[in-house]
């Protein structure tokens, strides 16, 4: 079993900065894939950013050059460092483990209970 709590979201405005975190219980942590995805009023949950066990990243299109994951096995900790942020960002922002690497969150067996992240135009 693996819990995650996201910590890190907030109001920003347009072209600010923002780092989340995901903490994660459990001794395995460094085993499993840890993705970030968001879902806005209205929309399909979407990914967002995806982090292997080896370090291998996976970025969704719009937030490439802008979004960077990492990972930091001592500290069962994921982080998403999100930069140049829009509006279109506004969300609320899940992290979730998987063994295996996906995109899809479908394939995700744990997520933590999301944080709010909005950009102000």
């Known amino acids: 079993q693996v819990q995650l709590v996201e910590s890190g979201g907030g109001l920003v405005q347009a072209g600010d900065s923002l780092r989340l975190s995901c903490a994660a219980s459990g001794r395995t942590f460094s085993t499993y894939t840890m993705g970030w995805f968001r879902q806005a009023p209205g929309k399909e949950r979407e990914f967002v950013a995806v982090?292997?066990?080896?370090?291998?990243?996976y970025y969704r299109d719009s937030v490439k050059g802008r979004f960077t994951i990492s990972r930091d096995n001592a500290k069962n900790t994921v982080y998403l460092q999100m930069n140049s942020m829009k509006p279109e960002d506004t969300a609320v922002y899940y992290c979730?483990?998987?063994?295996?690497?996906?995109?899809?969150?479908?394939?995700?067996?744990?997520w933590g209970q999301g944080t709010q992240v909005t950009v102000s135009s």
């Open positions: 982090i292997s066990w080896n370090d291998s990243t």
């Open positions: 979730a483990a998987a063994k295996g690497v996906f995109i899809s969150g479908s394939f995700y067996d744990y």
